[in-house]
């Protein structure tokens, strides 16, 4: 499996969307609710590339014979007074290559990533109760606090959401 950033998402569009929606259909909270639509999806692809032309996103995936297994982005803050600071957004695995250390890949590549652009905050948040909780745990994060019903769940329920930092 290699892990690796890429600086655009052509040729491997398909391959993300299919991604996405396994993620959402599987329950995953990553913004979007069931049914999701393709549309929907290639919409949400094609506002990604557009950040990653503009330099205001990362793209972290995990390719399988060119087929995307994971993804993780990280989020540039196009602030002057956050310069210093990224946010994680959407780490992503897809159901069959669970449980195989993707995700702890995937953000080990994006940090230090994040690190080489100066950077020195992460920051990122996930479903109450979610298994990513205990990933960010381990690999350093701090929880900074809950927010109840912050976002519906991919079937639509109110659902609280975690906080987390980590200085890099």
């Known amino acids: 499996m290699e892990i690796k950033e890429v600086k655009s998402i052509e040729g491997l569009q398909p ?19 069931t049914p999701v639509e393709d549309d929907e999806i290639s919409r949400y692809w094609s506002a990604v590339e557009e950040e990653l032309k503009a330099g205001a996103r990362k793209l972290f995936v995990a390719l399988d014979n060119n087929a995307v297994q994971g993804a993780v982005q990280l989020s540039l803050c196009g602030k002057a007074n956050g310069a210093h600071r990224g946010e994680v957004e959407k780490l992503m ?36 109760g979610d298994v990513a909780s205990s990933l960010y745990q381990r690999i350093g994060y701090t929880e900074a606090g809950q927010i109840p019903q912050f976002a519906r769940s991919s079937t639509g329920e109110l659902e609280a959401t975690v906080y987390f930092y980590k200085l890099l």
């Open 93 to 128: 695995v897809h159901t069959q290559s669970r449980g195989r250390g993707l995700s702890k890949r995937l953000m080990d590549l994006m940090e230090q990533t994040a690190s080489a652009l100066g950077l020195s905050l992460l920051v990122l948040d996930t479903r109450l």
């Open 15 to 33: 391959s993300l969307q299919h991604l996405l929606a396994d993620c959402v259909e599987s329950g995953a909270s990553v913004g979007f609710l």
